[in-house]
């Protein structure tokens, strides 16, 4: 039986439009994963996965992190930003010194933007239906 002591896990919850990542962080050697696949493989723009693990870069802990992020709902991009949300919000519970370098560089805000309802009576949230004089 081992006597190493398990790796500390750090928990962090992001949410964007409709997603929601739930991120798991440990030290270890700055592998990623989501959903049981790679940044790189899921995300399938890099674009995305560079959004995804902004945070880390933002306080280079990029190759010191070990990230394990299970996301639901929304597209591609929601899920990266979603991700980075909740990587921002795992850090800060790891090292509360790190708050003011990711909340500076606008990682630890959850993005507010949702898709607007649809008002009744109307053909969109925005859209009237066309005007007719006669």
């Known amino acids: 039986m081992s006597t190493t002591a398990p790796a500390t896990i750090f928990l962090g919850t992001g949410r964007r439009k409709t997603s929601t990542a739930r991120v798991r962080i440990t030290e270890g050697t700055g592998k990623l994963t989501v959903n049981g696949r790679t ?3 899921y995300f399938s723009h890099e674009n995305f996965s560079k959004q995804a693990y902004a945070p880390l870069l933002t306080v280079d802990l ?3 992190i070990d990230v394990t992020a299970n996301v639901a ?7 990266a930003g979603a ?9 800060q519970k790891m ?9 500076k560089a606008g990682h630890i805000k959850r993005d507010p933007r949702a ?3 649809k008002k009744p009576g109307q053909p969109g949230a925005r859209a009237r239906f066309q ?4």
């Open 39 to 41: 940044f790189d493989s």
């Open 62 to 64: 990029r190759e010191k």
């Open 73 to 79: 709902g929304g597209g591609v991009s929601g899920q």
């Open 83 to 91: 991700v980075a949300h909740g990587i921002a919000r795992a850090l």
């Open 95 to 103: 090292n509360a010194e790190l708050r003011p370098a990711l909340k």
């Open 115 to 117: 898709k607007e309802r």
């Open 131 to 134: 005007f007719s004089k006669r």
